[in-house]
T-cell receptor
Framework: AQSVTQLDSQVPVFEEAPVELRCNYS??????LFWYVQYPNQGLQLLLK??????LVKGINGFEAEFNKSQTSFHLRKPSVHISDTAEYFC?????????????FGTGTRLLVSP | DAGITQSPRHKVTETGTPVTLRCHQT?????MYWYRQDPGHGLRLIHY???????DKGEVSDGYSVSRSKTEDFLLTLESATSSQTSVYFC??????????????FGPGTRLTVT
């Protein structure tokens, strides 16, 4: 079984500042890793994913994440945030397989960007 | 937009009444999922389907049943609603592709309140 820990429930940051949202996972098998974003009153949207290859993955809206296998982490970063980045961010893992996917989500981190 | 609709979008019901939530997709994707979202818990998988009439339980399936008689529709039923089932319910879909993309696309959600 897999589990995901997002230690920060809320991260306040000023506009144009850098931000890092932390994600650690636990699994006895190899996993795929994902970050989803949820804007207010909307469903979730995929930001980026790590399946294999380069451990630094780039996503939409200027976000990137780095997979660290030894630390079982997949932290999300953005060098300069905008007000529009205010949202809830979910880290998720999925056991590797060939098609069907069962995602296990973290509890989410609310990013609050202020002017 | 992944072509997923959920109905109703909001519902208030009384304890003990049956409730059915509908998820409809226009993408002809094979896999469909029902999640519930609660503060402090992130998203948790209730049930999923890997084809017409093929469904299985997720992490929090007690008190819920599902049906999928057509590729495009996945119904979630609360046979006798309880206050603990007050939540936001999300439907998601994913495709079987080669190579796999491992992306899930989420609907807009249904906010259910059980009084």
């Amino acid at each position: 079984a897999q589990s995901v820990t997002q230690l920060d429930s809320q991260v306040p940051v000023f506009e144009e500042a850098p931000v890092e949202l932390r994600c650690n996972y636990s699994s006895s098998v190899s996993v795929y890793l994902f970050w989803y974003v949820q804007y207010p009153n909307q469903g979730l949207q995929l930001l980026l994913k790590y399946l294999s290859g380069s451990t630094l993955v780039k996503g939409i809206n200027g976000f990137e994440a780095e997979f660290n296998k030894s630390q079982t982490s997949f932290h999300l970063r953005k060098p300069s945030v905008h007000i529009s980045d205010t949202a809830e961010y979910f880290c998720a893992v999925s056991e590797m397989n060939t098609g069907f996917q069962k995602l296990v989500f973290g509890t989410g981190t609310r990013l609050l960007v202020s002017p | 937009d992944a072509g997923i609709t959920q109905s109703p979008r909001h519902k208030v019901t009384e304890t003990g009444t049956p409730v059915t939530l509908r998820c409809h997709q226009t993408e002809n994707h094979r896999y469909m999922y029902w999640y519930r979202q609660d503060p402090g818990h992130g998203l948790r998988l209730i049930h999923y389907s890997y084809g017409v009439k093929d469904t299985d339980k997720g992490e929090v399936s007690d008190g819920y049943s599902v049906s999928r008689s057509k590729t495009e529709d996945f119904l979630l039923t609360l046979e006798s609603a309880t206050s603990s089932q007050t939540s936001v319910y999300f439907c998601a879909i994913s495709a079987l592709r080669q190579p796999p993309t491992y992306e899930q696309y989420f609907g807009p959600g249904t906010r259910l309140t059980v009084t």
